[in-house]
């Protein structure tokens, strides 16, 4: 694989900027060499590209999304700058051909997968497909999902989830009390401590779906690693900053998704696709479901509350992941957009700073979820890198000014402008 030079460029390794005059060398598919002021003369190198007034930043995360369709979606969110993506609830399948894929396809976003996600008979997501899929064809999909009845079986649902291919464990803690629509059966919480101890007893990261902050309480009580969302029913509670930090757990807040399920940062949308980086990627279609709302929040449920959730438990020391819940067809979301606009939303509603926001999106991700060769700038680690065009860290919105996107040092787009 061809060696890349990039000089005299500032560096962000995934924690802060290291060097405002550097040069990176890419070489076999991994970072080479870090040097943290650009030498007279240059190192050797096939390809060599001058990136003043440009910052290089490790490949960005998504550890929050559900790719049904597969390749264009992958494809997509890496024109971005989104390197890896973290699916949430996939056909075993499914998962199986997209992690072949990747392994081939250096022009699509890196890919891993809970598979199926712990659930009971008529639990969540099964409402999810009724409502959105032709009704014979969804009952057939649910039909095959494993179906967790009492504590004893949760070993086994690990052990089969493993061998399908799942890098964590996903459970629902989930009644339909925020959204709109009937009540469902939830797991008890016997089951849901069943599923961590035998996740963890694996070496398995564990993370709940819950919409609401009695139940994401409910769900760290049975001791998972991090909650898959944040909720938006309520104003965060002490209560909840004292579950958050029995286990040291995490947060992905798909704020992006909380907004769109209660109507809310309708400019905030329309700006991000009005981007140039949009016009070219996404389309009139995938611009105008982006520009969607879901709109199927009760009445009391405000994006606010998600805002002042994430700004305390960032306040008291809590790792915040980012992620998004993006689906291709679900409105207010776009693989890759939307990770754009959820940093945004961190820095603008959440008290961010613009440093504080690419971290979560790159090193706190790839710490959280045990991904060791990537999320950071550092010699020997995977050439997962983004090369944009002004200071993210100064002002977030350069990390859609991107000249440049490497994915195990392979150029998506390449050149600085």
């Not at 979606?73 to 973290?86: D, H």
């Amino acid at each position: 694989m061809a060696s890349t030079l990039i000089h005299s460029v500032r560096l962000f390794d995934g924690n802060s900027t290291i060097s405002q005059n550097g040069c990176i060398l890419l070489k076999n598919g991994l970072i080479s060499n870090i040097l943290l002021m650009t030498p007279s003369p240059l190192p050797a190198a096939e390809t060599v590209i001058d990136g003043t007034g440009h910052t290089v930043l490790p490949g960005l995360i998504d550890a929050h999304v559900h790719a049904h369709d597969g390749e264009p979606e992958l494809k997509q969110a890496l024109g971005f700058g989104v390197t890896t993506v973290l699916d949430m609830f996939n056909e075993p399948g499914h998962v199986q051909s997209l992690k072949a894929l990747v392994k081939n396809r250096l022009d699509l976003a890196d890919f891993r997968s809970s598979c199926h996600a712990a659930t009971i008979e008529g639990g969540w997501p099964a409402p999810v497909l009724l409502a959105t899929l032709d009704r014979e064809i969804a009952t057939e999909k649910i039909k095959a999902w494993p179906k967790l009845a009492s504590p004893s079986e949760a070993e086994a649902f690990v052990l089969s989830n493993i061998e399908k291919g799942a890098d964590y464990i996903k459970l629902m803690q989930e009644s339909r009390s925020v959204m709109l629509g009937e009540p469902i059966p939830v797991p008890s919480p016997e089951l849901q401590a069943a599923v961590v101890t035998a996740a963890h007893k694996h070496g398995l990261v564990t993370l709940a779906h819950a919409l609401s902050q009695r139940e994401t309480i409910l769900a760290l009580e049975a001791g998972v690693d991090g909650l898959a969302h944040c909720f938006c029913d309520e104003p965060p509670s002490q209560e909840l900053v004292a579950a958050y930090k029995r286990n040291n757990s995490f947060l992905i807040p798909t704020l992006v998704v909380a907004a769109s399920v209660t109507g809310e940062e309708n400019e905030s949308s329309e700006q991000h696709a009005e981007h140039h980086l949009s016009e070219k990627l996404l389309g009139e279609e995938g611009k105008s479901c982006f520009c969607k709302k879901l709109m199927m929040g009760r009445p009391a449920c405000r994006v606010e509350y998600s805002y002042q959730a994430v700004k305390l438990l960032k306040e008291n020391g809590m790792d915040i992941v980012a992620g998004t819940d993006t689906a291709t067809g679900l409105a207010g979301t776009a693989f890759g957009l939307s990770f754009h606009q959820e940093l945004s939303l961190y820095v603008g509603r959440c008290g961010f700073t613009p440093a504080e926001a690419l971290s979560s999106a790159t090193s706190v991700t790839a710490r959280r979820f045990n991904l060791h060769d990537r999320g950071r700038l550092a010699e020997g680690l995977k050439a997962d890198l983004l090369l944009v065009k002004g200071d993210p860290t100064d002002d977030i919105r350069c990390t859609m000014n991107i000249t440049g996107v490497w994915r195990g040092g392979q150029a998506l787009i390449r050149g600085a402008n």
